[in-house]
Protein backbone atom coordinates (compact mmCIF):
# COMPACT_ATOMS: atom_id res chain seq x y z
CA UNK A 1 0.00 0.00 0.00
CA UNK A 2 1.39 3.42 -0.90
CA UNK A 3 2.25 5.81 2.07
CA UNK A 4 -0.64 8.28 3.09
CA UNK A 5 -1.16 11.84 2.02
CA UNK A 6 -0.91 13.68 5.20
CA UNK A 7 -3.47 16.71 4.40
CA UNK A 8 -3.96 19.30 7.14
CA UNK A 9 -7.92 17.77 7.07
CA UNK A 10 -6.18 14.67 7.82
CA UNK A 11 -4.20 15.36 10.56
CA UNK A 12 -7.02 16.85 11.89
CA UNK A 13 -9.53 14.22 11.83
CA UNK A 14 -6.76 11.29 13.27
CA UNK A 15 -6.72 13.54 16.29
CA UNK A 16 -10.62 14.07 16.31
CA UNK A 17 -10.44 10.19 16.29
CA UNK A 18 -7.15 9.53 18.64
CA UNK A 19 -9.24 11.92 21.37
CA UNK A 20 -12.98 9.75 20.89
CA UNK A 21 -10.95 7.21 21.52
CA UNK A 22 -9.19 8.23 24.94
CA UNK A 23 -12.73 9.49 25.76
CA UNK A 24 -14.27 5.95 25.27
CA UNK A 25 -16.19 7.08 22.40
CA UNK A 26 -15.55 5.19 19.86
CA UNK A 27 -16.10 3.62 17.09
CA UNK A 28 -17.81 6.53 15.68
CA UNK A 29 -20.94 7.20 13.80
CA UNK A 30 -19.25 9.26 10.83
CA UNK A 31 -22.37 11.25 10.36
CA UNK A 32 -22.70 12.97 14.06
CA UNK A 33 -19.27 13.13 15.25
CA UNK A 34 -18.96 14.65 19.16
CA UNK A 35 -19.83 18.17 18.92
CA UNK A 36 -17.15 18.14 22.31
CA UNK A 37 -14.25 17.07 19.82
CA UNK A 38 -15.45 19.48 16.50
CA UNK A 39 -12.99 21.87 17.45
CA UNK A 40 -10.08 19.77 16.52
CA UNK A 41 -11.02 20.40 12.97
CA UNK A 42 -9.85 23.01 10.53
CA UNK A 43 -13.12 24.35 9.11
CA UNK A 44 -16.11 24.80 11.07
CA UNK A 45 -18.94 22.64 10.91
CA UNK A 46 -22.16 24.07 8.59
CA UNK A 47 -25.29 24.96 10.67
CA UNK A 48 -27.17 21.51 8.96
CA UNK A 49 -24.62 19.49 11.13
CA UNK A 50 -22.68 18.33 7.43
CA UNK A 51 -19.18 16.21 8.27
CA UNK A 52 -16.34 16.34 5.95
CA UNK A 53 -17.32 12.86 4.48
CA UNK A 54 -14.71 13.75 1.90
CA UNK A 55 -12.22 13.37 4.44
CA UNK A 56 -13.36 10.75 6.21
CA UNK A 57 -13.70 8.62 2.52
CA UNK A 58 -10.39 9.64 1.63
CA UNK A 59 -8.79 8.30 4.81
CA UNK A 60 -10.54 4.37 4.14
CA UNK A 61 -9.03 4.74 0.99
CA UNK A 62 -5.41 5.13 2.18
CA UNK A 63 -6.08 2.36 5.32
CA UNK A 64 -6.31 5.22 8.19
CA UNK A 65 -9.67 4.30 9.47
CA UNK A 66 -11.56 1.25 9.13
CA UNK A 67 -15.38 1.66 8.24
CA UNK A 68 -18.08 -0.57 9.23
CA UNK A 69 -21.40 0.27 7.70
CA UNK A 70 -21.47 4.41 9.18
CA UNK A 71 -18.87 3.68 11.98
CA UNK A 72 -15.68 4.40 11.95
CA UNK A 73 -12.18 4.23 13.95
CA UNK A 74 -8.59 4.47 13.39
CA UNK A 75 -6.57 1.33 11.89
CA UNK A 76 -3.17 0.40 12.94
CA UNK A 77 -1.15 2.78 10.38
CA UNK A 78 -4.12 5.63 12.03
CA UNK A 79 -3.36 4.95 15.25
CA UNK A 80 0.66 5.74 14.68
CA UNK A 81 -0.04 8.44 12.26
CA UNK A 82 -2.68 9.94 14.53
CA UNK A 83 -0.34 8.98 18.09
CA UNK A 84 2.50 11.51 15.99
CA UNK A 85 0.01 14.60 16.18
CA UNK A 86 -0.98 14.43 18.95
CA UNK A 87 2.50 14.17 20.76
CA UNK A 88 3.28 17.36 18.23
CA UNK A 89 0.35 19.16 19.43
CA UNK A 90 0.19 18.72 22.95
CA UNK A 91 3.86 19.11 23.60
CA UNK A 92 3.35 22.43 21.69
CA UNK A 93 0.69 23.51 24.22
CA UNK A 94 3.42 22.71 27.17
CA UNK A 95 6.13 24.89 25.52
CA UNK A 96 3.31 28.06 24.60
CA UNK A 97 1.79 27.92 27.80
CA UNK A 98 4.06 26.66 30.55
CA UNK A 99 7.43 28.20 28.91
CA UNK A 100 6.04 31.06 26.99
CA UNK A 101 3.39 31.44 28.90
CA UNK A 102 1.03 32.31 26.16
CA UNK A 103 -2.52 33.20 26.98
CA UNK A 104 -5.40 29.96 26.29
CA UNK A 105 -6.51 31.31 22.53
CA UNK A 106 -3.32 32.13 21.77
CA UNK A 107 -2.09 28.51 22.44
CA UNK A 108 -4.86 26.69 21.25
CA UNK A 109 -4.81 28.56 17.69
CA UNK A 110 -1.22 28.19 17.16
CA UNK A 111 -0.51 24.89 18.33
CA UNK A 112 -2.98 24.07 15.88
CA UNK A 113 -1.17 24.74 13.20
CA UNK A 114 2.54 24.05 14.31
CA UNK A 115 1.49 20.47 14.95
CA UNK A 116 1.56 20.00 10.84
CA UNK A 117 4.92 21.50 10.32
CA UNK A 118 7.23 19.65 13.42
CA UNK A 119 9.40 17.25 12.06
CA UNK A 120 10.65 14.00 14.16
CA UNK A 121 13.77 15.42 15.14
CA UNK A 122 12.34 18.97 16.18
CA UNK A 123 9.87 17.29 17.95
CA UNK A 124 12.45 14.94 20.17
CA UNK A 125 14.32 18.43 20.70
CA UNK A 126 11.25 20.14 22.56
CA UNK A 127 10.02 16.72 24.28
CA UNK A 128 13.84 17.10 26.06
CA UNK A 129 13.67 20.42 26.53
CA UNK A 130 10.83 20.51 27.78
CA UNK A 131 12.05 17.77 30.48
CA UNK A 132 9.41 15.07 29.01
CA UNK A 133 6.06 16.13 30.55
CA UNK A 134 3.53 13.84 31.05
CA UNK A 135 0.42 16.08 30.13
CA UNK A 136 -0.50 18.59 28.36
CA UNK A 137 -2.03 22.23 29.81
CA UNK A 138 -5.69 20.64 29.93
CA UNK A 139 -4.59 17.16 31.10
CA UNK A 140 -4.60 15.10 28.50
CA UNK A 141 -1.31 12.32 28.29
CA UNK A 142 1.13 12.87 25.86
CA UNK A 143 1.65 9.99 24.02
CA UNK A 144 5.95 9.20 24.62
CA UNK A 145 8.52 9.27 22.21
CA UNK A 146 11.91 7.57 21.84
CA UNK A 147 13.52 10.61 23.07
CA UNK A 148 11.86 10.04 26.32
CA UNK A 149 13.37 7.15 26.81
CA UNK A 150 16.64 7.50 26.34
CA UNK A 151 19.18 7.57 29.71
CA UNK A 152 21.40 10.58 28.48
CA UNK A 153 20.09 13.49 26.74
CA UNK A 154 21.55 15.70 24.39
CA UNK A 155 19.15 18.79 25.42
CA UNK A 156 19.32 20.63 29.79
CA UNK A 157 15.67 20.00 30.50
CA UNK A 158 14.43 23.49 31.13
CA UNK A 159 11.28 21.95 33.19
CA UNK A 160 12.48 19.21 35.89
CA UNK A 161 10.70 17.49 39.31
CA UNK A 162 10.71 20.04 41.69
CA UNK A 163 13.17 17.53 43.75
CA UNK A 164 15.70 17.85 41.10
CA UNK A 165 16.94 21.48 41.93
CA UNK A 166 19.41 21.96 44.13
CA UNK A 167 19.11 23.57 47.72
CA UNK A 168 18.36 26.79 47.08
CA UNK A 169 18.26 26.92 43.74
CA UNK A 170 14.93 29.00 42.87
CA UNK A 171 12.30 28.20 39.95
CA UNK A 172 8.87 28.78 38.72
CA UNK A 173 6.42 26.29 39.11
CA UNK A 174 5.38 24.97 35.44
CA UNK A 175 2.55 22.36 36.27
CA UNK A 176 1.73 20.00 38.65
CA UNK A 177 0.79 16.62 37.73
CA UNK A 178 -0.82 14.89 40.65
CA UNK A 179 -4.14 12.13 40.60
CA UNK A 180 -4.10 13.31 44.38
CA UNK A 181 -7.21 15.45 43.85
CA UNK A 182 -7.44 16.58 47.35
CA UNK A 183 -3.93 17.42 47.52
CA UNK A 184 -3.56 19.66 44.33
CA UNK A 185 -6.22 21.88 46.24
CA UNK A 186 -3.99 22.12 49.31
CA UNK A 187 -1.37 23.43 47.01
CA UNK A 188 -3.55 25.51 44.81
CA UNK A 189 -4.72 27.09 48.46
CA UNK A 190 -1.43 27.33 49.17
CA UNK A 191 -0.26 29.60 45.90
CA UNK A 192 1.67 26.82 43.91
CA UNK A 193 -0.24 28.12 40.89
CA UNK A 194 1.69 27.77 37.39
CA UNK A 195 4.25 31.08 37.30
CA UNK A 196 4.61 31.18 41.08
CA UNK A 197 7.98 31.38 41.81
CA UNK A 198 9.89 29.46 44.71
CA UNK A 199 13.09 28.81 46.24
CA UNK A 200 14.19 24.66 47.27
CA UNK A 201 15.44 24.72 51.03
CA UNK A 202 15.46 21.15 51.80
CA UNK A 203 15.13 17.82 50.63
CA UNK A 204 15.14 15.58 53.20
CA UNK A 205 12.99 13.93 54.92
CA UNK A 206 10.31 16.70 53.84
CA UNK A 207 10.60 19.05 50.54
CA UNK A 208 10.75 22.66 51.98
CA UNK A 209 10.11 25.13 49.55
CA UNK A 210 9.93 29.15 50.37
CA UNK A 211 7.05 31.13 48.87
CA UNK A 212 7.71 34.65 49.21
CA UNK A 213 8.43 35.18 52.99
CA UNK A 214 6.61 31.92 53.74
CA UNK A 215 8.18 28.40 54.33
CA UNK A 216 5.99 24.94 52.96
CA UNK A 217 6.78 21.89 54.09
CA UNK A 218 5.64 19.32 51.33
CA UNK A 219 6.01 15.32 51.33
CA UNK A 220 8.75 13.41 49.01
CA UNK A 221 5.91 12.70 46.33
CA UNK A 222 5.23 16.60 45.46
CA UNK A 223 9.09 16.45 44.67
CA UNK A 224 8.03 14.38 41.62
CA UNK A 225 4.70 15.84 41.34
CA UNK A 226 5.53 19.37 41.13
CA UNK A 227 7.43 20.09 37.85
CA UNK A 228 8.84 23.37 37.98
CA UNK A 229 10.79 26.27 35.24
CA UNK A 230 14.62 26.90 36.15
CA UNK A 231 14.98 30.26 36.60
Known amino acids: ?37 LCFLPHPIEADGHQPQETIDAMIRQGLLSGAGRTIELTDPGKALAREVVRRHRLTEVLLRNVLQVSEEAMESTACQVEHILNAEVTGAVCAFLGHPPTCPHGRGIPRGRCCEVTLKAVEPLIVPLAQLKIGEEARVAFIHTKRHQYLKRLSALGMAPGRR ?16 TELALDPQAGQEILVRRI
Open 1 to 37: MPSPILSEPIEEMLELVWTAQEDGLTPLDRDHLPQQL
Open 198 to 213: IRLRQKQPAVVIQVGE
